[in-house]
């Protein structure tokens, strides 16, 4: 057990939804990372927050926003959905900061299916 | 940019000796990760290089050169469950961003 929560664990939706993912980090972190994994594909960047802020992005469509709460849990929403964007989502947290030993805790994953 | 360059695929005996490759950018680098990656599973941390030299921990050690912007994952006594997907990971920048390679898929067979 990595310590990082993601729900919901899978997720049918239809075209054109819209979607919310959550993440808790692990107690004492502040970062949060977000990834995209498609079938058989490695682990696409999506976006890091810090301690509330947001501070790297990386290939995120527009549709797509994130936010980190002052609890420090984070919510990726998925809009307008397209039959592409299945794929399993993972959180990652780290402690973060000049501190940070970078090391990633990786939630169990969000399998999301659009059809 | 911080491309991460692995092989996409590679094929080892159980009990033989395999090593996997990694280039990287230099620009920005601060350290280098290896995550082990199960079909279908969230990665788990393999190993983190930050200084020039070969870490070694069990059977898995790993290898990195900054100046080179190279790395590699050594795997000894290959066993049928480490046939998964290694993953190689640059920490880059002073927010320390994460970049992930495409991973590499080690099929360990009889």
């Known amino acids: 057990d990595s310590g990082v929560t993601q729900t919901p664990k899978h997720l049918i939706t239809a075209t054109g939804q819209r979607v919310t993912l959550r993440c808790s980090p692990r107690?004492?972190?502040?970062?949060v990372y977000w990834y995209q994994q498609s079938l058989d594909q490695g682990l696409q960047f999506l976006i890091q927050y810090y301690n509330g802020e947001e501070r790297a992005k990386g290939n995120i469509l527009e549709r797509f926003s994130a936010q980190q709460f002052p609890d420090l849990h984070s919510e990726l929403n998925l809009s307008s959905l397209e039959l592409g964007d299945s794929a399993l989502y993972f959180c990652a947290s780290s402690v973060g900061g000049t501190a940070n030993t970078g090391e990633l805790f990786f939630g169990e994953g969000s399998r999301l299916t659009v059809l | 940019g911080q491309n991460i360059d692995q092989p996409t695929e590679m094929t080892a005996t159980e009990g033989a000796i395999v090593q996997i490759n990694c280039t990287y950018q230099?620009?920005?680098?601060?350290?280098l990760f290896w995550y082990q990656q199960h079909a279908g599973e969230a990665p788990t941390f393999l190993s983190y290089n930050v200084l020039d030299g070969l870490e070694e921990k069990g059977r898995f050690s790993s290898f990195l050169s900054r100046s080179k912007g190279y790395s590699y994952l050594l795997l000894k006594e290959l066993q049928m469950k480490d046939s998964a997907s290694y993953l190689c990971a640059g920490l880059f920048g002073g927010y320390q961003k994460v970049t992930f390679g495409t991973g590499t898929k080690l099929q360990v067979i009889p």
């Open positions: 107690s004492g972190d502040l970062s």
């Open positions: 230099t620009s920005g680098f601060n350290g």
